[in-house]
């Protein structure tokens, strides 16, 4: 029996928690959206007037359909509930359409669908190891847990605010995870298969789940020495995996190989002359070499070593968003991103295979694969940085290591995100609930690894906390300067470079500490 009220007490807090956190999305209905708004909107008219084979040719709208067809047939049946709230959103000529019935239904949408990221989120908190034993449930790992996943702020202003359905693909996300954790292997590799045919960009973890599940899945045993029993291979598991992989796929993609439109999905996918960044460059290693460019070019002009005259229209210098040039630096290439980003990846990819540690090495290696492909891919969104910082709040529960790591890539992603939101409304929103999450992750961190060396040195310290005059530099005094009618990019330019130190930091932290990190005789047995 108390072990039944153990469980009802724990019930209880994650159930407040949940519903905490969904009273705050509903009052953020009426904040400002931005253009991805209008994508939804229209995908949701394309899918509900057009047959299946002008889904991926339709371009009425400039914001076309550029997702998966697994996303496809999710809007085509949240069509069916938004024509009993407003028919007209749903005009395909409608462009720019709002009402406020269209915008009550597509913010609900979101926060409906986020039931999932919340089922997700208990069953992650199921599988923390929960050795530290906390009488005040405020310092248990998986309370913590709890509030860092769902009130995650990025997420929040993200979907919530900004406007995206990434909560619920994150639950899909957290989800398999979970079940990796659990062994349930089969369910973990079908809700990622899944998820790749939601959303593309989670393409970016998949070496580590193939590496994983065949490590773990393929392979039933290991050596006393943690080496791998090559004899122990199991052919029915792998074709339990590919059975499971080829039918996802089939079904997602077997209705347009049938038409012939596989190569038009495909172009609309990955669609590569949108340039090596996105309008404002996300904080990562281009952002530092776009920088470098602009100031060697800068230092160029000034000492006559450049002719402005030979100077590319189209070149990082001017701030602009577009195919471009680099002055001085090689301009970067979509395969030489693919290959920076192939081979940031490998060095965790070894480590998962020859030094496996369970799902904890799992973990490591899913949170390298995200931050190598944010920091070296090709047209990187700033909001990509979501799927480091996620499932590192796993990570940042169970080791102080860990959790400094977290502590510095979720701030500076975190603060990173700020431009997405830059109408003053949503200026007092931003930074209230930036630092209501940021001072929880600090505390409840430090206090679950109080008898532990501190969680930052002061070299980190003092980096984070110089966040907040950069802050103010580019919310309040920039504007009130003369160099805003010639220079408008600067805040971004300097937000950018700045975040980009950060988690380029991190990166290399949390690499160095995989690399380096020996395994325990338990581990290997394991």
Known sequence: ???????????????ALALGVSFLKCLLIPAYYSTDFEVHRNWLAITHNLPLSQWYYEATSEWTLDYPPFFAWFEYALSHVAKYFDPKMLVIENLNYTSRATIFFQRFSVIFTDILFIYAVRECCRCVNGKRAAKDILEKPTFILAVLLLWNFGLLIVDHIHFQYNGFLFGLMLLSVARLCQKRYLEGAFLFAVLLHFKHIYMYVAPAYGIYLLRSYCFTANNADGSLKWRSFSFLHVTLLGLIVCLVSALSLGPFIVLGQLPQVISRLFPFKRGLCHAYWAPNFWALYNAMDKALTIFGLKCNFLDPTKIPKASMTGGLVQEFQHTVLPSVTPLATLICTFISILPSVFCLWFKPQGPRGFLQCLVLCALSSFMFGWHV????????????????????????????????????????????????????????????????????FRRERPLLNWLETIYLVQLVPLEIFCEIIFPLTPWKQHFPFVPLLLTSVYCALGVSYAWLKLYVSVLTERISVRQKAE
Not at 1 to 15: I, N, P, T, V
Not at 393 to 406: E, T
């Open 381 to 448: 969104h700033e909001k990509a940085i979501l799927l480091a910082i996620l499932p590192l709040s796993l990570l940042s529960v169970q080791r102080a290591k860990d959790a400094g790591i977290y502590l510095i890539l979720t701030t500076t992603g975190h603060f990173s995100l700020f431009p997405l939101l830059f109408t003053p409304p949503e200026l007092p929103i931003k930074i209230l609930l930036m630092l209501l999450f940021t001072v929880y992750s600090f505390s409840s961190l430090k206090s679950l």
């Open 1 to 15: 029996s108390a072990g039944r009220a153990m469980a009802a007490g724990g019930r209880s807090w994650f159930r």
